[in-house]
Structures are given as structure tokens and as C-alpha cells.
């Protein structure tokens, strides 16, 4: 039978100089389910966002798109698809205002003309849109300030603007709260929940700020040496003796 899952990870696996990075992973996530995953470092969790987005071609294994093969496509016919990814350093345009990133996003998918410099009027649909995701995320009042000098955690809430202007189908968070100061995680986990709630997104994010990760998700992967151990929900993640011993330190 088909898959009904939005993303799926089929038996993938990933070598290099003959070292297994990633093998026999496989991962489904539902329409508008959100997974985080964890992973101690090395264990394989940007080299798999890598094979998803399509930076890396896996050696073994699929990826599929709401149940379409996208693993021999570039990085642009994934974004196409649905597929959309942030990144652990920014992908912003720095020296462009706040609104100008979102607005960028939103021409592209309402099919206008992609200049910024045309001085289009702030009426226009696409400034419209922009503004309203930009007050998703919190940031109107910032819409004239150059992105390049946003603090972290509002660079993380403008890369979230943008990928709702884009409306991808499947998002892929990698590692948002890196670089965040610790007084604006609360505020940027917030920022996350809403758009997963609102705008019924499929997420799989990889964090590893595992307090925010069990706060935000329906279930948990746990990364380990390549593979996943575990995938479940987070209260049961946490409590697995398996996860504990490898993952977290602990004895079994
Ligand atoms: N293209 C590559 N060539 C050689 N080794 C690689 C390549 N890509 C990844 N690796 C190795 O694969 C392992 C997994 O790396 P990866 O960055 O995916 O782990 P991670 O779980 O994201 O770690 P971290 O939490 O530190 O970011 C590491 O040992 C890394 O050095």
C-alpha cells in the first residue's frame, strides 16, 4: 500500500571512504506531524538533513515527497516540490530590510516580479503577505531594519517568516536555537509551535536543546552512531532505558 506519510526516509544510508555515516534509516512523518531529532554529536543529523534537502546524494535508499521520489533531484526541484530548510547559519539576505526577505519569498510564490528594485509600493500582495507573517513571528515592528543586523533568535524568526511566505509542504529545522541567546529560546519555541499549529506544518527539526525538542513535538528520533535507536513520543523517548544509556549517558 502507498505511503500516506508527507516525508519519507526509506532504507537510506550514506558512506564515505568506505565508513558508514548513515545506514538503514528509515522515518515517516504524517501531514502536519512534527518529529524532532536528537542525536549526540557526530551521530549522523545533518548529513541525513543533507540527503533530504538533496546537498548530499544518499548511496543507498529513498526519499520521497507526499509519496513522490525526489532522491535524484537538485536542491531547487526539492524547494519546488514542497521542501523547504533552514540552516544552522543563516540563509538570509543581510544587507535587504526585514520585510524585503519575506516579501522575496512571498513574489516568488505568487509569481511577481522578483526585483527589489523597483520600489514597490508597501500595498502590493506580496508586501501584504509578508507583513502578515511577519506579525506571525513577531517581528512588524522591525520590518524596515536590515536583516543583517537582527539579533540571532530574530534571524531564526525572520528564516520562519520567509519559509511561510513560501508555504512548503514539508518543513526541515536544523537547529534553530543554535547561537540563540537564552533568554529568547522561550520566545523562538513560541514562534515555532504557532506556525506547526497554525499553519498545520509537517516539521522534522534537529535540535539539541532537548528540553525545547520534548516541549514542541509529537515524537522523538534518536540519531545514534548512524541509525535510528528510538522514535517515539517524547515521554516514552525520555523514559526508554536504551536512549538513556546511549544517548543521554546513564546507566541502564
Ligand atoms: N561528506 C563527508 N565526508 C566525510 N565525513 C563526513 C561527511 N559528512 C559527514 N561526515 C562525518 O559523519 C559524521 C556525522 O556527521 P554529522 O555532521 O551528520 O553529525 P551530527 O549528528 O549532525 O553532529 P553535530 O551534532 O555535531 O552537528 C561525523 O563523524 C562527520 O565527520
Do not use: C
Not at 536590515?146 to 520562519?160: M, P, Q, T, V
Amino acid at each position: 500500500m502507498p505511503s500516506s506519510a508527507a516525508l519519507t526516509v526509506e532504507s537510506l544510508g550514506f558512506v564515505v571512504g568506505g565508513a558508514p555515516i548513515l545506514h538503514d534509516v528509515d522515518l515517516e512523518v504524517a501531514p502536519g506531524e512534527m518529529i524532532g531529532v536528537i542525536g549526540p554529536n557526530g551521530a549522523g543529523k545533518t548529513t541525513l538533513f543533507n540527503m533530504i534537502s538533496g546537498i548530499h546524494a544518499p548511496t543507498t535508499g529513498r526519499v520521497l515527497l507526499d509519496g513522490r521520489d525526489i532522491t535524484h533531484q537538485p536542491v531547487h526541484r526539492r524547494a519546488l516540490a514542497g521542501l523547504g530548510r533552514t540552516f544552522q547559519t543563516s540563509n538570509l539576505f543581510p544587507g535587504l530590510s526585514v520585510l524585503e526577505n519575506v516579501r522575496l519569498a512571498a513574489q516568488r510564490r505568487l509569481g511577481g516580479n522578483l526585483s527589489v528594485l523597483r520600489f514597490p509600493r508597501r500595498s502590493d500582495r506580496a508586501s501584504t503577505v509578508a507583513m502578515e507573517h511577519l506579525d506571525e513571528v513577531g517581528l512588524a515592528g522591525l520590518a524596515d531594519v536590515l536583516a543583517g543586523g537582527l539579533s540571532h533568535g530574530d534571524k531564526r524568526k525572520l528564516e520562519i517568516a520567509v519559509l511561510l511566505a513560501m508555504q512548503p509542504g514539508v518543513i526541515l529545522l536544523d537547529e534553530p536555537m543554535a547561537g540563540v541567546a537564552r533568554a529568547d529560546v522561550p520566545g523562538l519555541s513560541e514562534v515555532i509551535r504557532r506556525m506547526h499549529r497554525d499553519h498545520h506544518s509537517t516539521v522534522l527539526m534537529v535540535e539539541h536543546h532537548i528540553d525545547v525538542v520534548m516541549g514542541l513535538v509529537e515524537r522523538v528520533a534518536v540519531l545514534h552512531q548512524g541509525t535510528i535507536l528510538a522514535l517515539d513520543e517524547p515521554d516514552r523517548i525520555m523514559a526508554d532505558p536504551l536512549v538513556q544509556s546511549a544517548y543521554l549517558g546513564a546507566p541502564v
